[in-house]
């Protein structure tokens, strides 16, 4: 069997549960029947911005401000990256002003648009909490009360990526 690097964490019931779809060539289809729509079409910056906007509008009204969202080719998912959120700091005369950028994986342009979701409801959450701790999550699920299912599920389709570049594997996407 081999190591299922996204899922590391994750209780040994599980990570059997997705050994055994592995082992049997069932991972694609039970990712493909949870999520049958096709492509979304949050496929440039523009569109990430304004849906991340429309997210932080509807939950998070009073957070700071954010200047920047875009997708990036240049975050590896191996890294544990799916998802950035930077805050830059300059004075400006006697005031500091800080800017807040979200970016996301260029992956998320071919998943499904719960799982962009997902990411973006992470990144917002740390508008208010850096960390990743009890309340960072409780707010996750404030704004997305699948979360926890929609982070097994990124995993899962990270998981498939990876077996679909080995050969004799599932096939692609």
Do not use: W
């Given at each position: 069997?081999?190591?299922?690097?996204?899922?590391?964490?994750?209780?040994?019931?599980?990570?059997?549960?997705?050994?055994?779809?592995?082992?049997?060539?069932?991972?694609?289809?039970?990712?493909?029947?949870?999520?049958?729509?096709?492509l979304h079409a949050i496929q440039t910056d523009a569109a990430l911005y304004e849906f991340?906007?429309?997210?932080?509008?509807?939950?998070?009204?009073?957070?700071?401000?954010?200047?920047?969202?875009?997708?990036?080719?240049?975050?590896?998912?191996?890294?544990?990256?799916?998802g950035t959120h930077t805050q830059v700091s300059r004075v400006q005369g006697a005031k500091?002003?800080?800017?807040?950028?979200?970016?996301?994986?260029?992956?998320?342009?071919?998943?499904?648009?719960?799982?962009?979701?997902?990411?973006?409801?992470?990144?917002?959450?740390?508008?208010?909490?850096?960390?990743?701790?009890?309340?960072?999550?409780?707010?996750?699920?404030?704004?997305?009360?699948?979360?926890?299912?929609?982070?097994?599920?990124?995993?899962?389709?990270?998981?498939?990526?990876?077996?679909?570049?080995?050969?004799?594997?599932?096939?692609?996407?």
């Amino acid at each position: 069997m081999q190591e299922l690097v996204y899922l590391r964490h994750y209780p040994p019931a599980i990570t059997q549960q997705v050994q055994q779809l592995i082992a049997q060539h069932r991972l694609q289809t039970v990712l493909a029947q949870r999520y049958p729509e096709p492509l979304h079409a949050i496929q440039t910056d523009a569109a990430l911005y304004e849906f991340t906007m429309a997210l932080k509008q509807q939950f998070m009204r009073s957070s700071e401000p954010v200047s920047k969202v875009q997708f990036d080719n240049k975050i590896h998912v191996i890294q544990n990256a799916l998802g950035t959120h930077t805050q830059v700091s300059r004075v400006q005369g006697a005031k500091l002003k800080r800017k807040h950028e979200i970016r996301v994986a260029a992956l998320f342009k071919q998943l499904p648009e719960a799982l962009l979701r997902m990411i973006v409801v992470h990144e917002l959450a740390h508008l208010r909490e850096k960390d990743h701790n009890k309340a960072f999550y409780q707010l996750c699920c404030h704004m997305e009360p699948n979360y926890h299912q929609l982070e097994l599920d990124v995993r899962l389709f990270l998981t498939l990526r990876d077996l679909t570049a080995s050969p004799s594997r599932e096939p692609a996407l």
